[in-house]
């Protein structure tokens, strides 16, 4: 009996053994599990706006070259995860998570703090749904080397030298901190307002930060980029030299 019982004592501690090992595993690939989610680079497509200047049409769906504005971002941010469209749903090309700005038409930080709501990774891009170049735009943001100690985003800048804060890549908790700062959840809040207390580098972008805000734009997005080629790219560019010169984005969310 003394053996017996001896022996059971040992298959007890062998079997909780067992278990705690099964326990460290576990709870080992949950979180690399998390920290892979929170390690991956969101997307935020802001395509909320009233297109004011364009007589309120959806300015996300207007065609260009033989996408849709909309298409072209998602397109721009693919791999991210998730692509978080803030907007009305539509139809698009793509898996994306729809969501809307609190209250709708809010702005284009509140639509930013809609985005993030939907995301825990650590970093995000942030693209307004009017831009014709935008894949190159994001190529652009993409070949900048990962984020400094010291810096909270990368964006474009224009011909003129200015930011385009609607066209970056940003640390996801230094914006949830911004937005923190302000009334209303941001609402009707300027990006600038949002960003100033952010050390964000600009990368001059020249044409490729244009936009599509009035019918001009438009037309003269559609003189300059062409339809795609069979192999689903557009020949239209040389890295941008010869892309599209019109207006830079504002503070709309489009």
Same mark, same amino acid.
């Given at each position: !009996?003394?053996?017996?019982?001896? /022996?059971? /004592? ?8 067992? *278990? ?5 595993? @576990?709870?080992?690939?949950?979180? %690399? ?10 997307? +935020?497509?802001?395509?909320?706006? /009233? ?10 769906? !207007? ?6 504005? !909309? ?11 998730? +692509?978080?469209?803030?907007? $009305? ?9 729809? #969501? ?18 939907? #995301? ?18 994001? @190529?652009?943001?993409? /070949?900048?080397? $990962? ?9 474009? %800048? ?8 609607? +066209? ?5 908790? @230094?914006? *949830? ?9 941001? *609402? ?13 580098? %600009? !990368? ?28 689903? #790219?557009? %020949?239209?560019?040389?890295?941008? #030299?010869?892309?599209? *010169? ?9």
């Amino acid at each position: !009996l003394h053996v017996r019982s001896r /022996r059971q /004592r040992q298959m007890c501690i062998r079997d909780r053994r067992r *278990r705690d090992a099964a326990l460290v595993t @576990a709870a080992s690939a949950a979180d %690399a599990s998390a920290a892979d989610m929170s390690g991956a680079t969101a997307a +935020i497509v802001l395509a909320g706006g /009233r297109a004011s200047r364009l007589d309120g049409a959806a300015k996300p769906l !207007l065609d260009v070259g033989g996408r849709t504005l !909309l298409d072209r971002a998602v397109a721009a941010v693919a791999g991210c995860d998730p +692509i978080i469209v803030v907007g $009305p749903p539509a139809p698009v090309q793509g898996e994306v998570v729809w #969501t809307r700005e609190t209250p709708e038409f809010g702005g284009p930080v509140a639509g930013i703090a809609a985005g993030l709501a939907r #995301t825990e990774s650590a970093d995000v891009f942030v693209l307004a749904a009017d831009l014709p170049n935008a894949e190159e735009a994001v @190529a652009l943001l993409r /070949r900048h080397p $990962p984020l400094a100690g010291g810096e909270d985003g990368v964006c474009l %800048a224009d011909d003129s030298g200015r930011m385009q804060w609607l +066209i970056g890549l940003y640390r996801t908790d @230094a914006l *949830r901190r911004a937005v923190a700062t302000l009334p209303d959840g941001g *609402r009707d809040a300027s990006i600038r307002s949002l960003l100033a207390g952010l050390t964000i580098r %600009a !990368l001059p972008a020249g044409a490729l930060a244009a936009d599509v805000d009035t019918w001009d734009d438009l037309e003269r997005a559609r003189a300059t980029v062409q339809a795609p080629t069979r192999n689903g #790219t557009d %020949a239209d560019h040389d890295n941008g #030299t010869d892309a599209l *010169r019109g207006s830079a984005p504002n503070e709309e969310t489009t």
